[in-house]
């Protein structure tokens, strides 16, 4: 990797193209689970992970590859669920612990998908186990689902992620920041998607390039956009 370069003031789009999801030991087992629903031993399953962790990159991924859509949890109806599954052969419900559930309507939603024959995919930060939910027959049905769990990252998989993010953002960052960083840092995506974003925040408003002494700054919580780094 080169030195780094300004970031652009316009904001950035991550990529969820398939070979744009960095695939590694804590995630391996729910990238293949989530691109093998053939495989799946019943028509409904579970993709859990934390803030951050690529379930959305995934839901994408089987959403794009199978013909269908992804909706919020919040969105999913009585009225709603039958129509959405009939429209498309997968579907993807997004933050089914965080949203105000219809818990009657996304129970019909599963047993809706047995009969339709439609794949369906649901995300959570968290096991169904941990969930609010209070409808019997439906916690019934979530505890019975097959989860895909994301773990947390080792360092391997954060210094690539870290690229990952700088390059979302059109930053192109040395190996000496990624290699102190990963050392530093908090060990969690959320933490690597703040810190990314802070980096850039600071270094646009300084007019510099993202390096160590920025990082320290960042995180040792002293930096305010000066423009000037120090030693």
Do not use: Y
Request: aromatic letters at 6%; one cysteine or more; a negative charge.
């Amino acid at each position: 990797m080169s030195e780094a370069q300004l970031p652009l003031a316009f904001g950035h789009v991550p990529s969820l193209a398939a070979e744009d999801f960095l695939v590694a030991p804590c995630n391996a087992e729910a990238h293949a689970w989530v691109g093998a629903p053939q495989r799946w031993p019943g028509p409904a399953s579970i993709l859990c992970g934390p803030a951050g962790s690529g379930k959305t990159h995934l839901a994408h991924l089987f959403a794009r590859d199978g013909g269908g859509i992804l909706v919020p949890a919040a969105q999913v109806t009585e009225d709603s669920s039958r129509p959405l599954l009939e429209s498309v052969p997968v579907l993807v419900v997004e933050d089914c612990d965080r949203a105000s559930l219809d818990e009657v309507a996304l129970f019909h939603l599963i047993n809706q998908s047995r009969e339709l024959g439609r794949f369906l995919l649901l995300t959570a930060r968290s096991a169904p186990a941990h969930w609010a939910v209070r409808l019997p027959d439906l916690r019934s049905r979530l505890l019975a689902m097959p989860v895909a769990s994301i773990l947390a990252p080792d360092d391997a998989l954060l210094a690539a992620l870290l690229v990952k993010l700088f390059d979302d953002r059109q930053l192109r960052i040395g190996e000496d920041v990624v290699h102190f960083l990963v050392g530093r840092m908090e060990r969690s995506f959320a933490a690597a998607a703040s810190l990314v974003d802070r980096l850039d925040r600071a270094a646009w408003a300084g007019r510099r390039a993202v390096t160590v002494p920025l990082a320290r700054r960042i995180l040792e919580g002293e930096d305010h956009g000066s423009g000037t780094e120090g030693p």
